[in-house]
């Protein structure tokens, strides 16, 4: 079966730094892009950025190029979603995703993790 | 970056009843088009992909056509199991959007 499989929801104060983790099994973890996608509370899908195991090729959405760092270590079968400094507003469901096509950037997708839910406050 | 306009954003309707969800992208992006459920509390569950076709094990009451702007989502008999907020997503172009989102609950 594939799977991605979350880390557990985090509570964080503001400037804080925070790494959240996704590990795949049940295929070939580095030869599938894998998606991070924002959910705000409340509020509608954001597609943040997507990585590709095989070589960690990195591409952003504009809105969030700067704002997190996508990562992945092939040899543990996960991608990781990192923040430097977080602020109120990072408050959010966060979902990783596979693409359902090998190899391509451009792509929907299956399966979704569970979601990890991060919450910044003072 | 291509927007998704997707109407209505919500809709109420009896069981049985046929429902229809539309979304149009702001350039053309050919077939590249899914659809996604999404129940309160759980990830999204891909449903319709390259703007037709039904995802594994998705039931046949749902549907999905259209190509280039504009595309529809169907429901031919809603039942309550499909209480869920559903969302379109383009795959045509990076950034991948989605659009909006549309909560379908029973009258």
């Known amino acids: 079966e594939v799977q991605l499989v979350q880390s557990g929801a985090e509570v964080k104060k503001p400037g804080e730094s925070l790494k959240i983790s996704c590990k795949g099994s049940?295929?070939?973890?580095?030869?599938?892009?894998i998606a991070w996608v924002r959910q705000m509370p409340g509020k509608g899908l954001e597609w943040m950025g997507i990585?590709?195991?095989?070589?960690?090729?990195?591409r952003y959405s504009p809105s969030f190029l700067g704002q997190v760092s996508i990562s992945a270590d092939k040899s543990i079968n996960t991608a990781f979603l990192q923040w430097s400094s977080l602020k109120a507003s990072d408050t959010a469901m966060y979902y990783c995703?596979?693409?359902?096509?090998?190899?391509?950037?451009?792509?929907?997708?299956?399966?979704w993790g569970q979601g990890t839910l991060v919450t910044v406050s003072s | 970056d291509i927007q998704m306009t997707q109407s209505p954003s919500s809709l109420s309707a009896s069981v049985g009843d046929r429902v229809t969800i539309t979304c149009q992208a702001s350039q053309d992006i050919s077939k590249y088009l899914s659809w996604y459920q999404q129940k309160a509390g759980k990830a999204p569950k891909l449903l319709i992909f390259d703007a037709s076709n039904l995802g594994t094990g998705v039931p046949s009451r749902f549907s999905g056509s259209g190509s280039g702007t504009d595309f529809t989502f169907t429901i031919s008999s809603l039942q309550p199991e499909d209480i869920a907020t559903y969302y379109c997503?383009?795959?045509?172009?990076?950034?991948?959007?989605f659009g909006g989102g549309t909560k379908v609950e029973i009258k």
């Open positions: 990585i590709y195991p095989g070589d960690s090729d990195t």
């Open positions: 995703a596979r693409g359902v096509l090998p190899g391509a950037t451009r792509n929907r997708y299956d399966p």
């Open positions: 997503q383009q795959y045509n172009n990076l950034p991948l959007t």
């Open positions: 049940g295929y070939s973890f580095t030869s599938y892009w």
